[in-house]
């Protein structure tokens, strides 16, 4: 498949693999910057995409970031519409307790390109019963 990207700035990078069977393709910024601890701060990627309709943008934390830094996409998973065709920014959230500097050209999360299904919501008084049924956090695996 292929997904039109605009560089919207001569320095933005395009989106890249760390290998070959990696389903997210990291996001740069081009934008250096501190973080401060329990601080959000948006980034600009310097991109756009023509996400084909059925599929959508998920964004994802970068692992390294997430784990080692403390450093995720504040609204934890970013959704990029396929109508949508401007700049694709990516809010970080530093949930450490020290501060961090983005540098510029750094990967700063991922993006993976998914189909979805179109629902329409029925409403109605009764659901199908299940085994489950109504029980909720924690209730699966205990008898």
Sequence with gaps: MNINIKLINSIAIMPTRGS???AGYD???YESGDINPNETVKFHTGI???IPKGFVGLVF???GLGINHGIVPSNCV???DSDYRGEIMVALHNHSNETYSVK???RVAQIVIVPFLSVE???VTELTNTERGVRGFGSTGKK
């Design 20 to 22: 070959t069977d990696a």
């Design 27 to 29: 996001l740069y910024t």
């Design 121 to 123: 919501f029925k409403k």
């Design 61 to 63: 934390a970068r692992s």
């Design 104 to 106: 510029e050209n750094e």
């Design 78 to 80: 970013g959704v990029i």
């Design 48 to 50: 756009s995409m023509e």
